[in-house]
């Protein structure tokens, strides 16, 4: 099987679980911190394969609030793991909104559960159609601009250190949003 046709399959839309409606429908602007979320896999080639990368961004301050690294492509690797991270990070309310793409992993059964027992409404985009969630797109965009092209690749474990590092110091802390007026998160809190 062909590299394209590997990860084509990966982030294949075509199962036989239960796709959830598009309840965020593009509304990407909320005025508390946890009404909704996004969320998205993604690979970064590295020498030794790829490592994948899920987040769960929120939409009031555009903070990732949970994530995860993986080698394998399972709903326990990716999902779960970032989904348990960002409930711990900002505890999920009753009805927030977790919004994804129809992949495998956000259908599952395993993630459906989890997002039940935290009474987290889910939302997926429609068929094919990447803006539905282009706030994690944009991330992923944004990461791989500056952290990923034009870089020399480097292994899965010093990779994951970058990421890391670029989500927690950077990304989190340091990097303004125009969405924010421009404003780092912090610095957007502070005038809260």
Known sequence: MELDEK????????????VAPNILNRDFYREEPVQACVSDITYIPCLDGFLYLTVV???FDRKIIGWSMSDPLSASSTVIPAIRM???NRPFIQGVIFHSDRGVQ?????????LESLKACQSMSRKGNCWDNAVAESFFKTLKSELVYGAKLKSKEEMSLYVFEYIESWYNRKRRFSSLDFLTIDEFWELL
């Open 57 to 59: 961004l929120n939409l």
């Open 106 to 114: 956000y259908a599952s059964k395993q993630t459906v559960n989890v």
């Open 86 to 88: 960002a409930n711990r």
């Open 7 to 18: 990860i084509k399959k990966a982030y294949d839309s075509s199962h036989n679980y239960r």
